[in-house]
């Protein structure tokens, strides 16, 4: 993705949004993994005999583990679904917040992980690791999101497909979020 000042980013019509540090505790190496397998699971259900939707992945950040997470993508195949656009200044989070259909943190531990309040305050669904603080307060499970645990990494590839489904009520869990953070 580029991105010019005071020009919006190409961003793809669908996407999962994650924002982190690109360091160990916030599994990105799983989130991508789980990505992939989300990808399979999807391509299989499409297979059968209902038209499934595969979404990209974009995922904001930087850090000492990104040679490494573009070497994983590279590997699994990705290249073409999982954006890094790379660090945004918080007045170009809302472009990408705004445009996403969900938002996914990862988490091996976290005290709070505030990025969660903004992406519920955009009016977002959210996937959050059990081991977020904020996971108890503001995940309500099944009304604005799902909490799971970040080293199952077929749980969230579950949780992926199951929230990209056509006929997953998107637009009322966001709606909750936006209530539960208000």
Not at 26 to 49: D, H, P, Q, V
Request: aromatic share 10%; hydrophobic share 45%; net charge neutral.
């Amino acid at each position: 993705l580029k991105t010019e000042r005071g020009k919006p980013p190409e961003l793809p019509e669908k996407y999962f949004l994650a924002s982190a540090r690109f360091v160990e505790k916030k599994n990105l190496f799983r989130l991508i993994k789980a990505y992939a397998r989300y990808r399979e699971l999807t391509k299989k259900a499409e297979s059968g005999k209902r038209k499934a939707e595969i979404w990209d992945l974009v995922v904001l950040g930087d850090g000492a583990l990104k040679v490494e997470i573009v070497r994983l993508i590279a590997e699994l195949g990705l290249q073409n679904c999982v954006h890094l656009p790379g660090f945004k200044q918080y007045e170009e989070l809302p472009a990408y917040f705004g445009r996403a259909q969900v938002f996914v943190h990862a988490s091996t531990t976290e005290q709070w992980g505030l990025v969660v309040n903004e992406a519920m305050a955009s009016g977002l669904p959210v996937l959050v690791s059990n081991r977020c603080g904020c996971a108890m307060d503001l995940v309500a499970d099944g009304v604005n999101g799902f909490t799971f645990d970040p080293g199952n990494v077929d749980q969230l590839a579950e949780l992926l497909r199951r929230v990209s489904d056509p006929e997953f009520p998107l637009a009322d869990f966001g709606a909750a979020s936006t209530r539960i953070i208000a």
